[in-house]
């Protein structure tokens, strides 16, 4: 069975620090990883994935994640936050092969502050 | 580009009446899926289908109804209702092999609320 698991229910960063937003996962098979964003009210659109290849992906907004194979890990950052940045983040696995069931991560809410 | 559509966006039901929350997309998804939407709780998958008359239980089917007769539609039942299934729904849709696989595509919610 496949699970995630995100440290931190809300984060609090100011206008132009770093955000590292953390996530941890579990799958029996090798998986593809996602980080989604919410913004109030409104559905969640994809940021960024890993399926296979690079380990370091880059994603819309200036946000990346790195998948770290022995640490189980797919930390998101973002070298400057921006206010627009405020949201709720998501994490989420599915594992390569299957039926693609994607299992999301309990969220993370950033708050950044000017 | 409509995407993925959902109706209603707000519904409030007393307990034990049913409803049927809609969703059609327009990309030619094989996958769509039902979630929750609850605080503190993320989204828990309800049900999910990859293809026309094939579905499956997700984490949280109980209460719930699917059916997938069409590739574009993929209906949401609530058999009757309950204070607990107070929630957001959200469909999503995607490609269900290759490197898209798991790419979701999201409604914008259905707010539901039981009294």
């Known amino acids: 069975a496949q699970s995630v698991t995100q440290l931190g229910s809300h984060v609090s960063v100011s206008e132009g620090a770093l955000v590292l937003l953390r996530c941890n996962y579990s799958?029996?098979?090798?998986?593809?990883l996602f980080w989604y964003v919410q913004y109030p009210n409104q559905g969640l659109q994809l940021l960024l994935k890993?399926?296979?290849?690079?380990?370091l992906v880059k994603g819309i907004n200036g946000f990346e994640a790195e998948f770290k194979k022995s640490e189980t890990s797919f930390h998101l950052t973002k070298p400057s936050a921006h206010m627009s940045d405020a949201a709720e983040y998501f994490c989420?696995?599915?594992?390569?092969?299957?039926?693609?069931?994607?299992?999301f991560g309990t969220g993370t809410k950033l708050q950044v502050i000017p | 580009n409509a995407g993925v559509t959902q109706t209603p966006k707000f519904q409030v039901l007393k307990t034990g009446q049913s409803m049927t929350l809609q969703c059609a997309q327009d990309?030619?998804?094989?996958?769509m899926s039902w979630y929750r939407q609850d605080p503190g709780m993320g989204l828990r998958l309800i049900h999910y289908?990859?293809?026309?008359?094939?579905?499956d239980q997700g984490e949280v089917p109980n209460g719930y109804n699917v059916s997938r007769s069409t590739t574009e539609d993929f209906p949401l039942r609530l058999l009757s209702a309950a204070p607990s299934q107070t929630s957001v729904y959200f469909c999503?849709?995607?490609?269900?092999?290759?490197?898209?696989?798991?790419?979701?595509?999201f409604g914008e919610g259905s707010r539901l609320t039981v009294l």
């Open positions: 989420a696995v599915s594992e390569a092969g299957g039926y693609q069931k994607v299992t």
């Open positions: 799958s029996s098979v090798p998986p593809y």
């Open positions: 289908s990859v293809g026309a008359g094939i579905t």
């Open positions: 990309m030619n998804h094989e996958y």
């Open positions: 890993y399926t296979t290849g690079a380990t």
């Open positions: 999503a849709s995607s490609f269900s092999s290759g490197g898209a696989a798991g790419e979701l595509f």
